[in-house]
């Protein structure tokens, strides 16, 4: 059976841990309130309503992505590319290709900063390879303009966080609603988790501060994965309607 992504993949590793996904979703949920096309997502009213759903969400068709095989994979795209196409309509206009592309390359960075953060450092050919898969499902998905190997995305992302993010009243109210969803202490565990993967550009958008009182507690928590422990610490970070959400993250799918 062929696979959309095969077995070896660094990205399964990066995708088949919940910690490491909820990493990657804590800082997509930061550069999201900046990007120039948010209020895309505030069309639906969706993400505002409800930014945790949409998180299980978004991790569903990732995963899906990820670990199913090629045909199935393939499908789940074609099925994203139709959604959005349906929105469109709604609306009367399009989404523009650079706002597909910052999505695929948000997902790019917060799954190696996210891997790096917990694990250990990427080499250059898993990097590759981590570009390689999401850059198939935006020629999946008919962008144009994507880069052709991992150092061209590294120039590319550098002037996209330059060029698409602002700081703005949708970067305000989401954040609002990150706060409200959450409660003061996992929104505070969010803003925490933010400072250790986004790129210093969205750091200096939304005023994070460079220290994080989580880095000294990362290596304890890295050792409680080793004893079993972990999955009470994560349900800490999400509200108990979440707990079965919180352990299929855990689950690689086969």
Known sequence: M????????????IWGKGDTVL??????SAEFALNKAVDWLYFTGKLPADPLGRLFSTVMYARLIVFSEKEAALRAIDKITAIHAAVESNRGAQIPDWAYRDVLFMLIHYSKA??????????EDEKQDLFDVFNRVGIRMGLKDLPSSYPDWVAMHEKQLQEDLVRSHYT???FKQYRKHLGWFRYQLLI???KLVV????NELLELGKYSWLTPILSSYKLSR???LDWFL????????????IRDLDVTPT
Not at 2 to 13: A, C, G, N, Q, T
Not at 23 to 28: E, L, N, R, T, Y
Not at 234 to 245: D, G, I, N, R
């Open 192 to 194: 925490e988790s933010q």
């Open 234 to 245: 994560k349900s800490l970070v999400l509200p108990a309607e979440y707990k079965k959400q």
């Open 114 to 123: 996210s891997f790096e953060l917990l694990e250990r450092k990427m080499t």
């Open 226 to 228: 080793k004893v079993k």
């Open 199 to 202: 790129p210093r550009r969205v």
């Open 23 to 28: 990493f990657v979703f804590a800082g997509a």
């Open 2 to 13: 062929e696979f959309f992504v095969h077995k070896e993949s660094i990205v399964r590793k």
């Open 172 to 174: 305000l109210d989401l």
